[in-house]
């Protein structure tokens, strides 16, 4: 028998707060919010400057479809180098800075050393959204990271492809990242979420929300 329609709704809206973000069609989206890190320009590099973050001039080619807003070119961040150096937005910079500490509090806990260096492949793409050919990537604006791997102090490299499923102490450090990530920043996406993350981790400063964890 059919339940009343007030029960359905009811039973969709119960629905909707048990499932995760990404337990959806809106998976390739994640749910839309407000865009973070807002910060542009003069009033942005002051931010990096107040942090001891030095940057370089990135000679970004402006194209219609993939500006970058205050692009900014650094060798690494408040605590760890970038390998290799990282052409990003400012306000994707800011953002990493503010998280570093919570990478390094996981390296401490989980490997009993900190993070030195950041491997990453890139920030800036001028592409569309993986999955969504219709949507510019965060990529596009460099508001995007896709981080590969970490370097520690004893010498040890935990990259993502092989942590992810690595030693027990890989698997609790890079799930702590990601997991710090997901409240961080306003996507996040790991080898859990499709097969084009298995060796890296998205984070992005976009509008949509999803943790892929
Ligand atoms: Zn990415």
New binding site residues.
Partial sequence: MKPPRSTTMRLVALLALLLPAGCSSERAQGIRGAEPYRLSGAACLAVLRERGIAVGRWQHIPDRSCRVDTPVRAGSGRLASFVPPLETSCAMLVAWSDFEAEVNRAARTHLRSPVVAVQH?G?Y?CRSM?GNAGRA???ARAR???ISGFRLADGRIVTVHEGWRGTRAEQRFLRAVASAACRRFSVT?TPESDRR?QD?L???IGPWRQCGL
């Fill in positions: 492949y920030s793409a993986t990537s965060l990529h995007a990271l896709d996406l993350h890296h998205h984070v992005d």
